[in-house]
């Protein structure tokens, strides 16, 4: 059976490689996660006096799109509405829990997208289905679907092109009708070309829903290679990942991956052809906290070291040993070859990581290596190429560098 052939707005998206989720509300004063008025279950007229004191007096949507650039990423996927129910948004008069009926009295979003598309990001909109705040989501759910769709369309319609909608909540209520076409109808129509992702959630990860979806999601997990033989369309994969343990900032939550597993990650999500999309969560009044922004800016540094391959570079069927991996252009003019746990080559006195280097194998290797150098020094690697095996002599890291992963690009015939 064939794999279908992507539409070219899931092509390009698959090529963004890396998108920046953002999760903020009312719940970031809070600093314990998005969850909290859920977890402890916070009473809805407690709860919602946290639109009393929403400022977002340290929010900057340019500081935000600037600090996505430099990180790498192609895109921001930011909450317009949560869980909670409260909008970032205008809500045109569908209800005043929003941020122009706060103390903030502007609309963020627009100010989000008009940051985003002066700088270069393309903006998506990440919305929930599962509502805590409109009472019909429980009493009458399909004037909630109606209410929904609404919000949906002022985000469709006021804002000019988006790169897509990122909706989570489905799960909520796994068997009933959610009128998904009529929700995707809408989109649709004001927007033909936005990608639509509908979050599976933690039990169900990788799997298809709705024809109009355009990505499958791996939520903090570790994406596997989509099988699409058969499928009824291509569909694009993103595995979206908290950056310590919660969406939502916590003001207590140290446990940050280090800057090394995120450059890991983001290697594991490109071998498989998939999005890696990580999440940051600013404080109540929307600054990024600064191990964030550090540890997004040390990501970009790695892409500009690295070059363009996780952006550029597909799965090709070639495999390394171990975590190594090679991503080609799809007219396989160039390959790129990613090696993992090379050493430090220097004085033995100082250096403890010398280990790694060496021949590195990769099989499946289709056209002919003309070249092959390091990406982050012009040093030519020497090879052997016995029909699609390639051995190389993966150099190690020079005293003063280490790259976690270090890629070797390769010209070919
Ligand atoms: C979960 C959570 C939510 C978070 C989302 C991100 O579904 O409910 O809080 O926004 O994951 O993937």
């Not at 279908?4 to 509300?25: D, L, N, Q, S, T």
Request: aromatic share 12%; proline share 4%; with cysteine.
């Amino acid at each position: 059976m064939a794999i279908p052939v992507p539409e070219k707005r899931v092509a390009a998206f698959e090529k963004f490689g890396f998108g920046m989720f953002i999760h903020w509300g009312l719940y970031s004063q809070m600093g314990q996660g998005e969850w909290i008025q859920n977890v402890r279950k916070i009473p809805g007229e407690e709860y919602q006096k946290l639109q009393q004191t929403f400022t977002a007096s340290k929010f900057d949507a340019h500081k935000i799109a600037e600090v996505a650039k430099a990180a790498g990423a192609k895109y921001i996927t930011l909450t317009t509405r949560h869980h909670e129910g409260f909008s970032l948004f205008d809500t045109k008069g569908l209800n005043t829990y929003d941020a122009p009926h706060s103390p903030v009295g502007r609309d963020l979003i627009r100010e989000y997208v008009d940051a985003c598309n002066d700088v270069g990001i393309v903006p998506f909109f990440y919305h929930t289905t599962l509502d805590w705040y409109d009472p019909r989501f429980n009493s009458d759910f399909k004037a909630y679907l109606q209410y929904l769709r609404d919000s949906v369309e002022i985000l469709c319609s006021e804002y000019g092109k988006i790169g897509g909608l990122w909706f989570d909540g489905n799960w909520s209520k796994p068997n009933e009708d959610w009128e998904e076409d009529a929700l995707y109808k809408v989109i649709r129509r004001h927007q033909p070309d936005a990608i639509i992702v509908n979050n599976t959630g933690l039990s169900h990860r990788g799997e298809m829903g709705n024809i109009e979806l355009d990505s499958v999601t791996f939520e903090q997990g570790r994406p596997t290679p989509l099988d699409r033989e058969g499928m009824p369309k291509y569909m694009a994969a993103e595995m979206c990942q908290t950056i310590n343990a919660h969406w939502g900032y916590g003001y207590a939550d140290v446990n940050y991956k280090s800057l090394a597993h995120l450059i890991e990650t983001l290697c594991a999500c490109r071998k498989v052809g998939a999005n890696y999309l990580l999440n940051i969560g600013p404080t109540g009044e929307g600054e990024i906290p600064l191990l964030q922004e550090a540890l997004l800016r040390g990501i970009g540094d790695w892409i500009r070291m690295t070059g363009n391959g996780i952006y550029e570079g597909k799965p090709c069927g070639i495999s390394g040993v171990g975590k190594n991996f090679a991503l080609s252009t799809a007219d396989s003019k160039k390959t790129w070859f990613y090696v993992h746990d090379l050493g430090i080559v220097g004085d033995a006195n100082v250096t403890v990581e010398g280990g790694g280097v060496g021949e590195k194998t990769f099989s499946g290797v289709k056209g002919k290596v003309k070249s092959l150098r390091w990406t982050d020094c012009d040093e030519q690697l020497s090879f052997t190429q016995d029909g699609e095996t390639l051995t190389f002599n993966a150099t190690g890291y020079p005293y003063g560098k280490n790259l976690v992963v270090r890629v070797a690009e390769a010209e070919m015939e």
